[in-house]
């Protein structure tokens, strides 16, 4: 690693104006030489592993010095399993098709001339993410397969990691003839690198945060540029009295135990008030068996033995944890209500056999991903078909739900004439 710069606000415009030229280059890049620097950079994170593992375990051991926590410190490791499979998921981008310079909708107009849309890419993308160093090689790659040059800020706990496989990335796209400058690593620990980022107009065209509900919240409040976000998941399945019990119970426990620690996991759980007597023990046994605390309106109390009474914070919780909300409601219109009110606007399902109370809810559920009989743990961009994901949109402006390579770029009109005047 170079040594740290002391003038953060001149290094931080030294690096928006390479990432300026590198985009240029970037945006007119042709498909092929893109995917011959994604397939070295995966053969580079595979050929360079015990460096990139060397940097880890400096980066380990600093984070157990400072006291980081079990879970944290698991984030952090890059085992040969996850280099691997950070290798791997750059092969799949490559496989993915290249949406820049792709034209749509052309067509005619009365004066003769033709109208359409070129997808193009957004430019320069500021990324801001903590723990996770397999992010800089998930974000250099979808960022360069759109067209776009990107400027990373990891955190402080990963610094070494991810300079080592910046130096990956760097490599990689020399060797493709492309500019090493379209992905930058933040060299510096310093927070005001930060802040730095998030107010660079006239470089920086867009900012995704990545990280705790407290960082995406002040990147949000901060930021003088636009902001691709969300800022926590709190995700709901309302099981209907026209559910089919079995799918209801799959769909339930999937939600909820697939994975407690992620942003599509269910956070409450609404089930209508004619089928909770017979569902509720059923699902109850299912979370007991599984450690899971269950915390519900008095209804709810009253059908399940041990639960305990929900404050009205639970409802708007994120937990993120082995704990589940269960709410008793009369009908589709109060889950759609509670929804409404307490939704964080993520990921929201409904359980039933009712094509119009399933098209009813598709259509007045205000979130990014709204799904029928599907558990929430599909909130994904693999799951879409998009290869991967570079963050989950719950704004409602350019790019909302699973962001991959078509969400990193905007359209431009385009319009072809013969020497045609308006008269």
């Not at 993308?125 to 990891?154: H, M, Q, W």
């Not at 409404?340 to 009712?354: A, K, L, M, N």
Request: charged letters at 25%.
């Amino acid at each position: 690693m170079s040594q740290a710069p002391t003038d953060i606000a001149a290094y931080m415009r030294q690096l928006g104006e390479r990432a300026v030229a590198a985009g240029r280059a970037m945006s007119r890049a042709e498909t092929a030489k893109k995917n011959a620097a994604l397939n070295a950079i995966a053969a580079g994170l595979l050929g360079q592993s015990e460096a990139i593992r060397a940097a880890n375990a400096k980066d380990l051991e600093a984070g157990r010095a400072a006291g980081l926590d079990a879970a944290m410190l698991d984030r952090l490791e890059l085992t040969p399993a996850r280099i691997q499979a950070m290798a791997d998921g750059v092969k799949e981008i490559v496989a993915l098709p290249d949406p820049v310079g792709a034209i749509t909708d052309m067509a005619y107009r009365p004066s003769g001339i033709q109208v359409g849309k070129m997808r193009v890419p957004l430019g320069v993308i500021g990324i801001i993410y903590e723990s996770r160093p397999n992010v800089t090689v998930d974000a250099a790659a979808l960022c360069l397969k759109s067209g776009n040059a990107c400027i990373l800020r990891g955190g402080s706990e990963s610094i070494h990691s991810n300079q080592a496989i910046a130096a990956v990335v760097r490599a990689g796209l020399e060797q493709a003839g492309l500019p090493a400058d379209a992905v930058l690593v933040v060299e510096t620990t310093d927070r005001a690198a930060v802040g730095e980022l998030i107010t660079l107009e006239g470089y920086v065209d867009v900012i995704i945060p990545r990280g705790g509900k407290g960082l995406i919240e002040r990147i949000a409040k901060d930021a003088r540029i636009p902001v691709i976000k969300h800022l926590d998941g709190n995700c709901h399945v309302y099981v209907d009295d026209h559910a089919d019990m079995d799918k209801a119970i799959a769909v339930a426990v999937n939600a909820k135990c697939h994975r407690y620690g992620v942003c599509n996991a269910m956070e409450t759980l609404l089930v209508h008030r004619r089928i909770a007597p017979m569902l509720l023990p059923q699902l109850a046994e299912k979370y007991r068996e599984k450690g899971v605390e269950l915390r519900g309106c008095p209804q709810t109390c009253a059908i399940v033995e041990g639960c305990l009474a929900a404050g009205e914070e639970d409802w708007d919780t994120e937990y993120l944890a082995p704990i589940l909300a269960v709410k008793v409601v009369q009908d589709l219109d109060e889950a759609m209500d509670h929804i409404h009110r307490h939704s964080s606007r993520h990921t929201e399902s409904i359980v039933t056999e009712d094509y119009s109370r399933a098209r009813r809810f598709l259509r007045e559920v205000d979130s990014s991903s709204v799904m029928v009989n599907a558990s929430t743990r599909f909130a994904d961009g693999f799951e879409y078909g998009l290869g991967a994901e570079i963050g989950i949109s719950t704004d409602k402006l350019h790019a909302r739900g699973p962001v991959g390579l078509e969400g990193l770029t905007t359209q431009k009109f385009v319009v072809l004439g013969d020497g045609h005047i308006r008269s």
